[in-house]
């Protein structure tokens, strides 16, 4: 008898486990099955927070001010040069023009002088740019073009004339009278890139025979500079635009008789004003409404004249260039190998 009750005992513990078993594998499984629910409810809200996230990003950028309109204070129009002459003088000129500009139109120009071409070109090239507006020489204005970062629009005008020629000079006492005599001396050029200063003179040089490896090249940084270079002895021979000695006559009076010019180049076009890629037909058509009427604004031409020797602009895209194009092509030149990395 005791034996059949323990093993009724024994029966109804192991019910009473397997049934606490049972019961608890149930609520493991609810457990799990509430888990899941909270992970998908968790997952819901985190998407629901993300579309929050872009929807209030999206109305930042809305209510974020735009940029400046382009000639504004806030967003000058930045126009940059290279100096013919006197930094001071050239910053003066373009200072009264940029000031008529803004009062004949109420465009905001900075201007600023570069020491070399390459400078200019960089400026334009950068993104974003760095310059809108440029007045380069002739050579330098097609490197930019070919870099597709400037477009001419109009020329300057010298003595009734969209064209200007270069020169080569010695000094007098030199007992230099042909360039064919400058192998192996020191040359004064004003830039790589001018046009009349050394890209011009290093075909004629070429020419009759004359080795460029063969020159101590000094770049001078101005017309100015490198006439008085010659006019002081530190170069046998140098060049410029014809006639930058007339620059350089109130400091040195003798100038004209001190140096003796040995070659007048061709013609070559003026430099002018060219303008970025970015900047629109709308503030071009205003810019160029003013230069072109720059003789009936007071004031005007002598700004011009002080800043850069203009007399006057006129209107000339950049097919005014393709005869000189043709030139330096003629002669072996390739616009390719100065557009740099």
């Known amino acids: 008898m005791k034996r059949l009750a323990f093993i009724l005992v024994s029966l109804f513990v192991i019910a009473s486990l397997a049934l606490a078993g049972c019961q608890q594998a149930e609520e493991t499984e609810e457990m799990v099955e509430e888990t899941e629910e909270m992970v998908e409810e968790t997952e819901e809200m985190v998407e629901e927070t993300e579309e929050m996230v872009e929807e209030t990003e999206e109305m930042v950028e809305e209510t974020e001010e735009p940029e400046a309109a382009l000639g504004t204070e806030e967003n000058p129009l930045i126009w940059a040069l290279v100096p013919s002459g006197e930094t001071e003088d050239v910053l003066a000129g373009f200072g009264a023009v940029t000031d008529i500009i803004y009062e004949e139109t109420g465009l905001v120009i900075e201007s600023f002088v570069a020491t070399e071409y390459v400078g200019v070109i960089e400026a334009l090239a950068a993104d974003p740019p760095k310059a809108h507006i440029a007045s380069l020489a002739t050579f330098a204005y097609l490197v930019a073009a070919e870099r597709g970062v400037a477009e001419a629009e109009l020329v300057a005008v010298r003595y009734g004339a969209p064209y200007y020629t270069g020169q080569i000079f010695v000094r007098t006492d030199s007992g230099i009278t042909d360039i064919a005599e400058l192998g192996g001396k020191t040359f004064c050029r004003p830039d790589e890139y001018s046009t009349s200063g050394w890209i011009i003179p290093s075909i004629t040089l070429q020419s009759v025979g004359v080795s460029l ?62 303008y970025h890629p970015s900047v629109s037909r709308e503030i071009r058509d205003l810019i160029n409404g003013v230069l072109l009427r720059i003789d009936e604004i007071e004031g005007a031409v002598e700004a011009l004249e002080q800043a850069y020797e203009w007399t006057e602009l006129a209107a000339f895209g950049d097919d005014f260039y393709d005869p000189f194009r043709n030139v330096l092509s003629a002669a072996g030149i390739n616009i390719e190998d100065y557009l740099g990395e």
């Not at 063969?214 to 001078?220: F, I, P, Y």
């Not at 006639?243 to 400091?251: H, W």
Request: net charge negative; charged share 25%.
């Open 213 to 274: 490896d063969s020159l101590n090249l000094v770049d001078a940084g101005s017309h100015d500079a490198s006439v008085v270079g010659v006019y002081n002895g530190d170069c046998d021979a140098g060049s410029s635009f014809v006639d930058a000695r007339s620059s350089v006559s109130d400091e040195y009076p003798d100038v004209m008789d001190v140096l003796t010019v040995i070659n007048e180049s061709v013609e070559i076009p003026n430099d002018g004003v060219q």
